[in-house]
């Protein structure tokens, strides 16, 4: 049989990895030794410098008739022959790589990291609790519409200072109408801000209102499986979100299909093989994160599988966690893992993934045990789907929605149907002990690493003198 080229010598090789490795070792060896031999000879001419010294300066009569030696101790067992193999001189365990203990410091992620810490330390504790919720501009003004920023914006946002701030088609009238609001709005606030718009292909919120022209939708783009299509699609809606000042999208669709689903929220998705969405979506990210943009992806674990829609009531999802592990994960997954900074949780109940029942938003099984600790993502800001639709505002006040979802594991509370009522429950629970101050600070790290990507951690330094006051 002719021999198989592809077929490899396993024992030659290993032959020459570990030839490889001994002559790593040896040179390893001689740097250790060589950088020895220096600290010596230093040490040992400093002593001498000293003697020296010393001796000159004492009065003749103080002079002691024997000086000891400084160069070597009474006992010092001898030094190896110089003609002895390097190889020889230690065993692999006593050898110290200098190199690898001498520390050049902190890397500037880790500055990073203890600037954003020291800066969310800053903060008041009840700027810190404002700081978890999305809210509508109605929502903290009290105004029924809003379509201007002006003084009562700015005396919402010095009491009030929230996390973000999530724009709709009502609160649009023309190009500079809007771009003027959110300009004001950011320079009203104490603390950055997350200026939000819900803007999916096909049928964004912006584009609709201000006719900025049509991309295309879920299902041209899945049908064609050009994931490029959705890279150059979402970079038309980076472009003018960019240019009205909106610096997140709360409009990206991990979701997946199952089966024959010709609902609504089918028409969202990209389709039903998880591979082909997780690239759909991921090159949806890159466009988003390459213009600056935060990319919020939804609504996980997979919502378009429920048996009705949340806005109306309680829905719930019968998939094995093997299922999702299979399909709607591995699309959350490749878009998480491209970069995207927020997750959206949904509101279905998923009993394969928390046994109580207990939706989504509000789930530690899910956001927590799940998400944070099975599947590592501990810098992802986990976002609640909105407070407001039915299948939570009908079963749950505002206030035992917000600190349930924060107990959970959820950093940011979108929409609370009536904010006061859960930014002071949730308040009140951090005061009392039921919600951990370190909870919150954690979550608010999050926050503000997202908030400052981009600064170095002397700029981020910088702001504590100039923020928050």
């Given at each position: 049989?002719?021999?198989n ?15 490889e ?6 040179k390893?060896?001689r740097q ?8 010596m ?11 020296v ?15 000891a ?23 692999d365990?006593?050898?110290i ?9 902190p ?7 203890d ?8 903060m ?14 109605e929502?903290?003004t009290?105004v ?12 919402a ?11 709709d ?6 190009k ?12 009203y606030?104490?603390?950055?801000l997350?200026?939000v ?7 964004g919120v912006?584009?609709?209102?201000l006719k ?8 041209e783009i899945?049908e ?6 959705a890279?150059?699609?979402?970079t038309v809606?980076?472009?003018?979100l ?8 709360m ?13 609504e ?9 998880p ?7 991921s090159?949806?990210i890159a466009?988003?994160?390459e213009?600056?943009?935060n990319?919020?992806v939804?609504f996980f674990p ?9 806005a ?6 019968s ?12 699309s959350f997954?490749?878009a998480i ?13 998923v ?14 099984p899910?956001?927590?045990?799940l ?8 810098d ?21 929605a ?24 949730v ?12 909870r919150?600070?954690?979550s608010?790290v999050?926050?503000y690493?997202?908030?400052f990507?981009?600064l ?8 504590f003198?100039?923020?928050?006051e």
């Amino acid at each position: 049989m002719e021999e198989n080229k592809y077929l490899f010598d396993f024992e030659e090789i290993d032959e020459k990895l570990e030839a490889e490795r001994r002559e790593q070792r040896k040179k390893k060896h001689r740097q250790s030794r060589i950088i020895s031999w220096v600290v010596m000879a230093a040490l040992i001419c400093g002593a001498v410098v000293a003697g020296v010294f010393f001796i000159k300066n004492m009065k003749p009569d103080e002079v002691p008739e024997k000086v000891a030696s400084v160069s070597q101790p009474e006992e010092q067992e001898p030094l190896p022959s110089i003609d002895e193999p390097v190889e020889e001189w230690f065993v692999d365990e006593d050898i110290i790589d200098i190199p690898s203990i001498i520390s050049s410091g902190p890397s500037e992620e880790e500055l990073f990291a203890d600037a954003v810490t020291q800066y969310v330390a800053t903060m008041a504790e009840e700027d810190k609790v404002a700081g978890l919720f999305i809210t509508a501009p109605e929502q903290i003004t009290g105004v029924e519409k809003v379509t201007r920023a002006g003084d009562g914006t700015k005396t919402a946002l010095n009491k009030y200072a929230v996390g973000g701030i999530v724009y709709d088609s009502k609160n649009i009238e023309d190009k500079d109408q809007f771009k003027t609001m959110i300009a004001n709005t950011v320079s009203y606030a104490r603390y950055p801000l997350f200026t939000v718009i819900n803007e999916e292909l096909g049928k964004g919120v912006l584009a609709s209102a201000l006719k900025l022209g049509n991309t295309k939708n879920p299902t041209e783009i899945g049908e064609g499986y050009n994931p490029l299509d959705a890279y150059e699609n979402e970079t038309v809606i980076a472009d003018y979100l960019v240019e009205y000042g909106i610096n997140t999208n709360m409009g990206v669709v991990a979701d997946l299909i199952h089966g024959d689903d010709t609902t609504e929220a089918a028409k969202s998705s990209f389709g039903s093989e998880p591979v082909i969405v997780g690239q759909i979506v991921s090159q949806e990210i890159a466009a988003l994160t390459e213009k600056g943009i935060n990319a919020a992806v939804k609504f996980f674990p997979g919502q378009v599988a429920a048996s009705q829609d949340t806005a109306s009531g309680v829905a719930t999802v019968s998939l094995s966690k093997e299922e999702l592990q299979a399909s709607d994960f591995v699309s959350f997954k490749a878009a998480i893992d491209l970069g995207a900074a927020m997750v959206i949780v949904s509101h279905a109940s998923v009993p394969a993934l928390d046994e109580s029942m207990t939706p989504c938003s509000m789930s530690k099984p899910v956001m927590t045990d799940l998400l944070r600790v099975e599947m590592g993502y501990d810098d992802l800001i986990i976002v609640t789907d909105a407070m407001n639709k039915a299948a939570i505002s009908e079963y749950y006040d505002s206030k035992e929605a917000a600190v349930n979802a924060i107990k959970a594991g959820a950093d940011m509370v979108l929409l609370p149907e009536n904010f006061e009522e859960a930014y002071n429950g949730v308040l009140e629970a951090v005061k009392s002990g039921v919600i951990a101050k370190e909870r919150i600070d954690d979550s608010l790290v999050r926050i503000y690493k997202a908030k400052f990507n981009g600064l170095s951690s002397e700029e981020v330094l910088a702001k504590f003198s100039t923020e928050g006051e």
